[in-house]
């Protein structure tokens, strides 16, 4: 019997051995806006003429590619004209890069 306390105090020790561990709660994800919603730190690029036009609706087509309002494909195909007005507004033809970014709102939907 005098082992008795000894081996009490064994499987005290022992059990305590085998407790979980509580681990931190998973970090929250990040803030996101809901699909479909433009987030709430999209800003729209400044700039006048051409220039100001290219870089604003090139915003555009990315924030609807990123909530989802286009496809890959049709973003690519808008962006490329995009890039051919950029060229165009950085050769110094102002009224032909305008000119190009209404006709392709035009052809893809978008406002004027």
């Known amino acids: ?9 064994a499987a005290v ?10 681990s931190p709660p998973p970090a929250p994800p990040p803030a996101q806006a809901a699909p479909g919603v433009t987030p709430s730190t999209f800003s729209m ?3 006048s003429g051409c220039s100001g036009e290219v870089e604003r ?10 909530t989802g ?14 890039a051919r007005a950029r060229t165009s507004c950085s050769s110094g033809n ?3 890069a305008i000119g190009q970014i209404r ?3 035009a052809r893809f939907g978008y406002p004027g």
């Open 45 to 47: 690029p400044t700039g």
């Open 94 to 96: 102002e009224a032909g």
């Open 103 to 105: 006709a392709t709102k």
């Open 69 to 82: 309002h286009t496809t890959k494909s049709v973003h690519s195909r808008v962006s490329g004209e995009i």
């Open 13 to 22: 020790l022992l059990s305590a051995c085998q407790t979980p561990t509580a």
């Open 57 to 66: 609706f090139q915003a555009v087509i990315d924030n609807d590619l990123a």
């Open 1 to 9: 019997m005098r082992h008795l306390p000894v081996l009490a105090l």
